[in-house]
C-alpha cells in the first residue's frame, strides 16, 4: 500500500542551496524512494523572492516527480511549518557590508525566535528539525528554545557538510576510498573552530586511519586549518558560498537520521545531554548512531590533551555566541 505523504518544510527555499535541495527531496533521496512529499516552501515577504520562489515550484512541477504529492508557497511560518514533519532552516540573513558578528547573530536570533515559535504552535509534535543558516549551531539553540512546547532532541545543526570534508581529506591521504571509511567524526560548532577528528576512523577491514595515515604534523597543519576553513576557500573560488555540497550534507543528515545509519556513525550537531563535559542544552556537533528515527551520542571514546583543548576552544566560541543572544530569549 502507498505510503502517507511526509510534510517537508523549507524555508529560504528560492536561494543557493534551495535550488540544489528541493530536487532531490522530490526525488525521494531524503526520506526514501517510496515516501511521497509535500512541499511547504518559505520565502521573506518580498515580491522579487516570492517570484522566485514561484519559478523554482514551476521547475519542480516540470519534472514530474512521481513522489512529489503536492507543494505550497509561503511567506508566513505559521503556514508554512503546518503539520512539518521535517522542517529544514535555510533561509538566515547573510553578512551584509559593515556587520559585525553580533549583529548578525541579532538579526538571525529574530527569524530563528519567530521560526521557532511557529514550530512550536504548528508543527508534528515529531518534527524533525535541521538548521542550515549561518551561525547554525546558534540558530538551532534560538528556536529550540523558542519551542518549549516540542521535544529539544528534535532540534538539531548541520556538522554533516564538515563531517563530508574530513571524510574526502582523510579518502585523498590515506589513498582509501570514502565508503571503505568509518567513524569519523566532528566535534562543536560549524565554524572554523570545528575540531575534525579521525583517531577512531578505521577502514573495512579494521585498520586504524591515524595509523595509516600517521603524520601528526598534518593532521593539525593542513587537515584541520582545511577542513575548517573549506567555507571560506569555496566561496573565495567560485565567488559564492557552498551550495550544492550543503545542499547534499542536509540530505544526508536528515535521511541518516530518519532512516537510520545502522551502526555507521556520523555527526549530527545536537542539544548537548551532558556527554563529554559539553553543558546541557549547548547544540555541539558529536558523533552519533541513529536508529528508528533517534540520534544517539557515541559514548566513552578517549579526550586526549590535544583533542580537549580543541573541544574546549569551539565549546567557548559557541558559549560566547549564546551568550550574545541571550538577552533575545527571555
Ligand atoms: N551549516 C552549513 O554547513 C552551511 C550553512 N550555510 C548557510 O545556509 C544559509 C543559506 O545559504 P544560501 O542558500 O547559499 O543563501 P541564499 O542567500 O542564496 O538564500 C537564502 C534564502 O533565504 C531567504 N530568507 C532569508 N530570511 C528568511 C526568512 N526569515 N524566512 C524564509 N526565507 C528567508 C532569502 O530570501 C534567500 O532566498 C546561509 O546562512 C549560509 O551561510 C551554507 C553552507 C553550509
Ligand atoms: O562559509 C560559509 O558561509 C558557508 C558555510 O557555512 C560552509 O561552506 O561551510
Known sequence: MAKNPMRVAVTGAAGQIGY?????????????????????LLE???EKAQKALKGVMMELEDCAFPLLAGMSAHSDPMTAF????????????????????????????????????????????????????????????IAMKSAPNLPAKNFTAMLRLDHNRALSQVAIKSGVPVSQIHKMCVWGNHSPTMYADY??????????????????????DTFLPT???RGAAIIDARGASSAASA????????????????????????????SYGIPEGVIFGFPVTTENGEYKIVQGLAV???????????LKELEEERAGVAHLLK
Open 20 to 40: 540544489s535541495l528541493l530536487f532531490r527531496i522530490a526525488n525521494g533521496d531524503l526520506l526514501g524512494k517510496d515516501q511521497p512529499v509535500i512541499l511547504q
Open 227 to 229: 577542513v575548517g576553513k
Open 199 to 220: 583517531r577512531f576512523a578505521v577502514t573495512d577491514d579494521g585498520k586504524s586511519l591515524k595509523d595509516l595515515i600517521n603524520d601528526e604534523q598534518w593532521n593539525r
Open 82 to 141: 503546518k503539520d512539518a514533519d521535517v522542517a529544514l532552516l535555510v533561509g538566515a540573513r547573510p553578512r551584509g557590508p559593515g556587520m559585525e558578528r553580533k549583529d548578525l547573530l541579532e538579526a538571525n536570533a529574530q527569524i530563528f525566535t519567530v521560526q521557532g515559535k511557529a514550530l512550536d504552535a504548528v508543527a508534528s509534535r515529531n518534527v524533525k528539525v535541521l538548521v542550515v543558516g549561518n551561525p547554525a549551531n546558534t540558530n538551532a539553540y
Open 44 to 46: 521573506i515577504d518580498n
Open 304 to 314: 586526549d590533551e590535544f583533542s580537549q583543548e580543541r573541544i574546549n576552544n569551539t
Open 247 to 274: 545542499a547534499n550534507a542536509a540530505i544526508d543528515h536528515v535521511r541518516d537520521w530518519v532512516l537510520g545509519t545502522n551502526g555507521e556513525w556520523t555527526t549530527m550537531g545536537v542539544p548537548s545531554d551532558g
